[in-house]
């Protein structure tokens, strides 16, 4: 069974201040995405990452894949409060089947 | 709509009574597949409909699960004779095919008393 697992479970900060959350797997996965989830809605998609090493940018938010594909990470530049979510991981393998880790919830206050 | 819509939104019912759940996928998204997220949980994956054929199931949690789609279009989760532990918010999402992103639905919360 695939697991992922991430890092921390909860978080809260301040508004401006770094962030970055992990998700780590013993297994290799061969692409990796990241959800965004808000209270009451279904997970957004923020970033597919497919290649080991390989690293995204969107605004603010950097995201990498680990060398291996076990791992990553998703690094937030000066938090604001509309940042705030469930930071979900999720790998998927050969086929259609994703595994979701259980989630980073992210608070940025004011 | 432009996304994958789900319905009802909010259902609460009984111990021992069925639900159905519905989902209605974007247009033209060939792949459908259910999820459920307990609390405090991640996603659990329950079953995949390419087209109107399931060829996995083993999601599904007990036979008391069975799921349905039809014209290649919306879908339904039935539950039967439904217990506490059922209790989660169902997500349904769809993708263009097999292995493309998929889009999610706000889900259903359900509550059994």
């Known amino acids: 069974t695939q697991l992922l697992e991430q890092s921390p479970q909860f978080l809260s900060i301040q508004e401006g201040e770094n962030l970055t959350v992990y998700c780590n797997s013993s297994?290799?996965?061969?692409?990796l995405q990241w959800y965004r989830q808000e209270p009451g809605e279904g997970p957004v998609l923020l970033v597919t990452?497919?290649?080991?090493?390989e690293v995204k940018k969107l605004k603010r938010l950097t995201f990498q894949f680990g060398d291996a594909r076990k791992d990553s990470s998703l690094h937030i530049t000066a938090a604001q409060p509309g940042d705030t979510g469930l930071y979900l991981c999720?790998?998927?393998?050969?086929?259609?089947?994703?595994?979701f880790g259980k989630g980073t919830l992210l608070t940025v206050n004011p | 709509g432009a996304g994958v819509s789900q319905s009802p939104s909010n259902k609460v019912t009984e111990k021992g009574k069925d639900v159905e759940l519905r989902c209605d996928p974007i247009s033209g998204h060939t792949a459908l597949y259910w999820y459920r997220q307990r609390l405090g949980q991640g996603l659990e994956f329950l079953i995949y409909?390419?087209?109107?054929?399931?060829?996995?199931k083993s999601g599904l949690p007990s036979d008391r699960f069975s799921a349905e789609r039809t014209g290649e279009s919306v879908s339904t989760l039935t539950i039967q004779r439904t217990q506490q532990e059922d209790s989660a918010v169902y997500l349904c999402a769809s993708s263009i095919f097999q292995g493309s992103p998929q889009h999610f639905g706000d889900g259903t919360r359900l509550s059994i008393l």
């Open positions: 990452v497919v290649t080991g090493g």
């Open positions: 297994s290799v996965f061969s692409s």
């Open positions: 999720a790998g998927g393998g050969s086929n259609y089947k994703l595994t």
């Open positions: 409909f390419q087209g109107n054929s399931a060829p996995d």
